[in-house]
């Protein structure tokens, strides 16, 4: 009863908890156009991801304005999905739920050949503040780009590896239905 009295106690003097999704997607503030390469993308969606009861992060998706973010996903043209980050994450963690995404949605064969790329990526991770900002980028026909705070963290040009790595967010069985669903809303 003490440790229920206690979390409850928490619950209610954490006003960051019940922040409502606009205030949190007002906090992130996405930009409504990002230029990526000379091509001109549109915030087509976005979203906030809550576990248990605490919004993670807010993230959304650009892809070019004459398609729709289905038709950008399945083509795929250049997109950009970015995540701004509400909570301290240690980078461990965030590699073990990539890890544990990309094991569920591809066998071993498929992750066999990046797997040494995906480690690369990997190693360019630092322990999220809130705050941050992260983003894949993917340029079609020249491969895959993660900045951080605005910053080149990682490049490659391997259209495999940027497929299965923004699936963690944008394909089945990704790291939240509800998340894909939102950002991939026509």
């Known amino acids: 009863m003490r440790l229920l009295l206690v979390f409850t106690t928490l619950l209610l003097l954490s006003s960051e908890l019940f922040a409502n999704n606009r205030e949190r997607l007002q906090e992130a503030n996405f930009a409504a156009t990002h230029t990526l390469n000379q091509n001109n993308l549109e915030r087509k969606n ?4 809550t576990y248990l009861w605490a919004d993670v992060y807010a993230a959304a998706f650009y892809a070019p304005a004459q398609a729709s973010a289905s038709q950008a996903l399945a083509k795929p043209l250049t997109q950009r999905l970015e995540l701004y980050y509400f909570r301290n994450i240690d980078s461990q963690d965030v590699i073990k739920a990539a890890w544990v995404t ?6 071993a064969t498929t992750l066999a050949p990046l797997r040494s790329q995906i480690d690369d990526l990997h190693a ?3 322990d999220i503040r809130p ?4 983003a894949l980028n993917l340029t079609a026909g020249a491969g ?3 900045e951080v705070n605005g910053k080149v963290a990682y490049t490659s040009q391997d259209p495999a590896l940027a497929k299965a790595y923004l ?3 944008l394909a089945p069985n990704g790291l939240s239905d509800k998340l894909r669903t939102n950002l ?3």
Do not use: C, M, P
């Open 46 to 49: 976005q979203s906030v991801l």
């Open 102 to 107: 990309l094991e569920r949605q591809h066998d």
């Open 124 to 126: 360019t991770f630092r």
């Open 131 to 134: 705050g941050d900002r992260y």
């Open 144 to 146: 895959l780009t993660l």
């Open 167 to 169: 699936g963690i967010w």
């Open 184 to 186: 991939l809303a026509d």
